[in-house]
């Protein structure tokens, strides 16, 4: 039973925005959950409420979102006893009544979502992964975490068209030293940029942003880096993951800006072949726009029996828009962020969805974040077998893998690695 619902605005690790929910129970359990939020975002995600005020925060301010949390929302749900979160989240979706959740706020429910599994697992006694493994019906695994070291795209205001490059350390055998692959990767690739006389600051999701432009120059270096610490490039050691996110690389005109160069999609996919031939890179996440549904087909055809192909802003955590991808050979993988689709049990069906169709998945942070850790224990409980929260790096990001350090030293028998099929 809910007995208070009470959202406040915070600060985002964007220094904008967003929203913080706690919800108290009836037997005195008080949980707390911070809402992210992305930069390139899906056309189709639901919508995030903003305020438009101008004079706050440049019309970024979610006061609008908070009061719907402690006005309306509140009204509807405290004082009832639900027998699930999912309960909760039914009735989320029922009282905003829109398929994006834009009258009550994508933010607005994404937050009260969050709390609430958190809270049942709270009052269950049980770890919120065991409670999200119990719910979907899932066997826990320890992901492999995908670490974004170099940003580019509208995460830095460097002039790298691609927007995140990714160590996937596929080869560690435990999480623990899939972390420490990452971290001392990201090490060397510090003192080689800066070798280079390239800047080392960071973009918005910890990787580093340097005046670099052709993505192969990133990952002639990624590479020289991952061999520094006398690791293999590879599936065998650690591997490399791209999002273009290329819903942003493509003008009016259909054709896509890379490093100077306007591409065909097809010129593009040849691209991407030439450069899995050449560099380690084991998985590309939105390599065409999001409206290609035709590209995609083609670039899956192509590319898809050597790399993973992975959907993000095309899918958007959408379990309808998946199910329609699978019919049509588009893609085998996708990528899930729960405040795109605006719950946990949707979230969970578009996972659901995967798995009976043989598509992989990766658990994802937003590029604004908070500490929440929420999707650490997502990507344990769903065994999904992949992840990502940016690079090893900035305390919203290393928050997440720090939660998943402390699930893998307090049980030691979960496994580890990619889910099998
Ligand atoms: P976003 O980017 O959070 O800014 O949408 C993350 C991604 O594209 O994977
Ligand atoms: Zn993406």
Redesign the pocket.
């Known amino acids: 039973r809910i007995t208070q619902l009470q959202a406040v605005e915070i600060l985002d690790s964007r220094a904008r925005p967003t929203l913080a929910v706690a919800l108290t129970t009836g037997d005195g359990t008080r949980v707390r959950a911070g809402v ?7 056309s189709r995600e639901a919508v995030e409420l903003r305020d438009g005020d101008p004079a706050r925060y440049s019309g970024q301010g979610v006061l609008e979102g908070a009061g719907n949390v402690n006005g309306e929302i509140a009204r509807a749900l405290t004082g009832r006893s639900f027998a699930s979160a999912t309960d909760i989240d039914r009735a989320l979706i029922e009282l905003d009544g829109t398929d994006t959740k834009s009258r009550l706020g994508a933010n607005a429910v994404t937050g009260v979502s969050l709390a609430a599994w958190r809270a049942e697992a709270a009052v269950a006694g049980r770890e919120l992964w065991q409670l999200l493994a119990r719910a979907a019906g899932t066997s826990p695994r320890l992901p492999v975490p995908h670490f974004n070291v170099v940003n580019g795209g ?2 830095a205001a460097n002039s790298l068209d691609f ?2 490059f990714m160590l996937a350390p596929l080869g560690a055998p435990s999480l623990s030293e899939a972390v420490r692959a990452g971290a001392e990767v990201y090490a060397r690739l510090k003192a080689r940029l800066s070798a280079d006389g390239h800047a080392t600051g960071l973009g ?2 910890g990787g580093f942003a340097p005046a670099l432009d052709r993505p192969e120059d990133v990952l002639r270096i990624l590479t020289e880096a991952i061999t520094d610490t006398g690791r293999t490039p590879g599936r065998e050691g650690v591997a490399i993951a791209l ?1 273009p ?1 290329a819903s942003e690389l493509r003008g009016p005109d259909g054709r896509y800006r890379l490093a100077g160069d306007q591409l065909s999609g097809d010129q593009l996919i040849d691209r991407y072949e030439a450069i899995t031939e050449h560099y380690p890179v084991w998985s590309i ?2 390599g065409l726009a999001e409206d290609d549904w035709d590209g995609w087909v083609r670039l899956t055809a192509r590319l898809g029996d050597r790399v993973q192909v992975m959907g ?2 095309i899918f958007v955590t959408n379990p309808a828009v998946i199910a329609e991808a699978v019919g049509r050979k588009v893609a085998n993988s996708a ?1 899930i ?1 729960v405040n795109q689709i605006g719950t946990v049990t949707e979230t969970l069906d578009a996972m659901r969805t995967c798995r009976e169709s043989g598509y992989t998945q990766m658990v ?5 974040e908070t500490e929440d850790t929420f999707i650490a224990d997502l990507a344990v409980g769903t065994g999904c077998g992949q992840f ?1 929260s940016g690079a090893p790096a900035r305390g919203e990001r290393v928050a997440k893998y720090n939660r998943l350090l402390e699930i893998a030293h307090a049980h030691p028998r979960l496994p580890f690695g990619l889910a099998a099929g």
Do not use: I, N, W
């Open positions: 992210p939020s992305g930069a390139s975002t899906g509208v995460h927007q995140e918005d999701e999002d996110a996440e939105d993000d802003d990528l962020k994802s942070h937003r590029s604004g990502k």
